[in-house]
């Protein structure tokens, strides 16, 4: 089945520095989703883009919608030990009436305080 | 309201067990999915629902199967399990198709030995 190419895999950053991840495809999306993950938990979206060449801020996120439709890119800046996670893009299409997610293989963000 | 929930937390079958995961969501939505995340990996379709007494299979459905009998409710059985069906499993919602997004339960860990 097909999966997004996330990069990079892991990040080992320190507090306050900014941070940047990014996902590819060979093939076209209509949405373009990031999601966040904590131990134990389900995914929670950060932003959604729409559009492509679409820029979106959420705080100190900011997300693009790749011009070509098949890329996405995600920066935090001034990370913050609350910012540690599991990110993970995720690319939409409506296939016979539902929504259908591809996700990346996610970047693990761990923050030295 | 609770939002998406999913029991039990944490389960171990044996070879050849069966189980139901159950997912509930209060929020109204038409479209549920389930999914599994495998170690280290994005998550996976495994079935879909886009209303009550209407389901669909997804990227990896074999061994798993689904029922929507209420808007509420969408239980994911495995009927003979296998070590290859330990993951974590995931169920989500959302009410419209097109712009509104998923939201996630907490997950249901299994393993299979």
């Known amino acids: 089945g097909q999966q997004l190419n996330q990069s990079p895999q892991s990040m080992f950053i320190q507090e306050g520095e900014d941070v940047s991840m990014n996902c590819t495809s060979s093939?076209?999306?209509?949405?373009w989703l990031w999601y966040k993950q904590d131990p134990g938990e389900g995914p929670v979206l950060l932003i959604a883009?729409?559009?492509?060449?679409e820029l979106t801020s959420n705080g100190r996120l900011t997300a693009q919608f790749g011009i070509t439709r098949k890329d996405s890119f995600l920066n935090i800046s001034a990370s913050i030990p609350s910012d540690v996670g599991i990110y993970f893009c995720a690319g939409q299409r409506i296939i016979q009436g539902a929504q259908k997610l591809v996700f990346g293989q996610g970047t693990r963000l761990t923050i030295n305080p | 309201n609770a939002g998406v929930t999913q029991t039990p937390k944490f389960r171990i079958l044996k070879i050849g067990q069966s189980m139901t995961l159950q997912c509930a969501q209060d929020?109204?939505?038409?479209?549920m999915y389930w999914y599994r995340q495998d170690p280290g990996m994005g998550l996976k379709l495994i079935y879909y629902?886009?209303?009550?007494?209407?389901?669909d299979k997804g990227e990896v459905p074999n061994g798993y199967n689904v029922s929507r009998s209420t808007t509420e409710d969408f239980p994911l059985r495995l009927e003979l399990a296998a070590p290859s069906q330990t993951s974590v499993y995931f169920c989500?919602?959302?009410?419209?198709?097109?712009?509104?997004?998923?939201?996630f339960g907490p997950g249901t860990r299994l393993t299979v030995l």
């Open positions: 629902s886009v209303g009550a007494g209407i389901t």
């Open positions: 929020m109204n939505h038409n479209y």
């Open positions: 989500a919602s959302s009410y419209l198709v097109s712009t509104d997004t998923q939201y």
């Open positions: 093939s076209i999306f209509n949405t």
């Open positions: 883009l729409y559009k492509a060449g």
